[in-house]
């Protein structure tokens, strides 16, 4: 498998031109690519529920500080039974998140990024203000996001039990996957890519991405996302590949899908779970359910991806 990456400037900011969904469904969307997920496509989603089998997708909450987690999860109790002094009583806790980074598994709003001081849709990127988003905020998802999810095992088509850091998953990836799992990636669909990222934890350690970089895509995956109507994209990683290529486009899956195509993206899964229950089943498409919270303004949302099967 070739593993070669060679894209340039000048073809990321073609593509970020040529693929842009910026006013395909109206001028005033904020919702992007979840437009495709249509009543039909989750009826399809809702067809694939087959033993009522679920798998989490979600990392846990980090709550202890690591090379990937500098800003860890607080979680203070406001109540206790072990401080209960007689009578009725209760326990209640709080907690305090810092989702965007490498180490909460979240949902990022299309307000997340800027390209050439803009965000999805043309919108400035100054309507996004320092009490909140304004505009592209997580309320596009306040209903939930329901679809067909695929995930594409590339560790498993390359032979290996991960990636390492900093390797480029390309377009002949991506298919190579769907052939050897006997699916195809479709409109409307939540694409989920494994780049083994659990594994290498397990086996050497947690490391700052930061510094050491992550396996993902290549920016030349963009156009088949877009040729493939892609409606959120998802990673047990960042998406992007890094370090980047090209150092004018820092994060360029970022930059193209959230700004230029309207693809909500989840950072962070758990996808081993995921990718053992595929093998069990023998199949790679399944129910996927996002419930982001309903934080009007708000860049992003922690959440719990769910697997029915």
């Known amino acids: 498998m070739a593993k070669t990456d060679t894209v340039t400037k000048a073809q990321l900011d073609g593509w970020f031109e040529s693929i ?7 001028d005033d969307d904020q919702r992007g690519a979840l437009n495709l997920i249509t009543d039909a496509k989750r009826a399809e989603a809702a067809s694939l ?10 990392q846990e909450l980090p709550k202890r500080p690591a090379p990937d987690n500098p800003a860890p999860v607080i979680h203070a109790m406001q109540g206790a039974g072990d401080v209960t002094r007689g009578g ?3 326990a209640s806790d709080m907690i305090a998140i810092s989702w965007h980074g490498y180490a909460t598994t979240h949902l990022d709003a299309l307000c997340h990024i800027f390209h050439n001081d803009q965000m999805y849709n043309g919108y400035p990127a100054s309507m996004v203000t320092s009490i909140g988003a304004r505009l592209n905020s997580i309320m596009a998802g306040q209903d939930g996001i329901v679809s067909r999810g695929v995930l594409l095992d590339i560790p498993a088509v390359r032979g290996v039990d991960y990636l390492e850091p900093g390797e480029r998953i390309l377009v002949a990836d991506l298919e190579a996957a769907e052939e050897r799992q006997g699916v195809r990636v ?9 780049t083994g990222r659990d594994e290498r934890n397990a086996a050497e350690g947690r490391w700052d991405p930061m ?3 992550l396996a993902g895509l290549s920016g030349e995956t963009a156009p088949w996302l877009r040729e493939r109507d892609v409606a959120v994209l998802g990673g047990d990683g960042v998406s992007d590949a890094l370090p980047t290529l090209v150092p004018e486009w820092t994060m360029p899956i970022h930059a ?3 700004v230029a195509l309207g693809v909500h993206l989840i950072d962070n899964m758990q996808l081993s779970r ?3 229950a595929c093998e069990d089943f023998g199949r790679w ?16 949302s922690p959440v719990n991806p769910i697997a029915l099967f």
């Open 20 to 26: 842009s969904n910026w006013g395909r469904w109206g």
């Open 49 to 58: 529920v087959r033993t009522g089998a679920i798998v989490s997708c979600a």
């Open 88 to 90: 009725a009583g209760g």
């Open 186 to 194: 479709t409109p409307g669909d939540i694409l989920l890519v494994c």
């Open 211 to 213: 510094t050491g970089g």
């Open 256 to 258: 193209l899908a959230l």
């Open 274 to 276: 995921l990718a053992a």
């Open 285 to 300: 498409e399944f129910q996927l359910t996002l419930a982001p919270l309903r934080l009007a303004q708000g860049t992003g």
